[in-house]
């Protein structure tokens, strides 16, 4: 999807704006200028943030830097979880019995 057509998805979105959330790096697509669905997504973020929520310009790196963050360690425990589901049954209850400490 290119630029004209995700700014036309969102009232109020000026292509100025998502040019210059490109520029600073808040959304990446890809060439800088095909937006896949993951950047359609992080584009309604900071459109909800900056819009809907009155966000500053200046608190959003930092609101995307912790959801990223956030999201970076959702991914890290679900491989976690998996590497634990994969040991035998007695490996499995003695990490589980761990954690309930």
Do not use: C, K, N
Not at 28 to 45: K, N, S, T, W
Not at 55 to 66: F, G, K, N, R
């Amino acid at each position: 999807m290119r630029t004209t057509a995700v700014v036309e998805l969102f009232s109020g979105l000026r292509e100025a704006d998502l040019l210059t959330w490109v520029e600073r790096g808040w959304v990446r697509p890809e060439d800088g200028v095909v937006f896949h669905d993951i950047d359609v997504a992080r584009v309604r973020l900071i459109h909800d943030l900056r819009f809907g929520m009155d966000v500053t310009e200046d608190a959003i790196p930092l609101i995307l830097s912790l959801l990223d963050q956030v999201y970076e360690l959702r991914v890290a425990v679900r491989s976690l979880m998996q590497a634990v589901e994969a040991q035998p049954a007695p490996v499995r209850d003695a990490i589980l019995a761990g954690l309930r400490v």
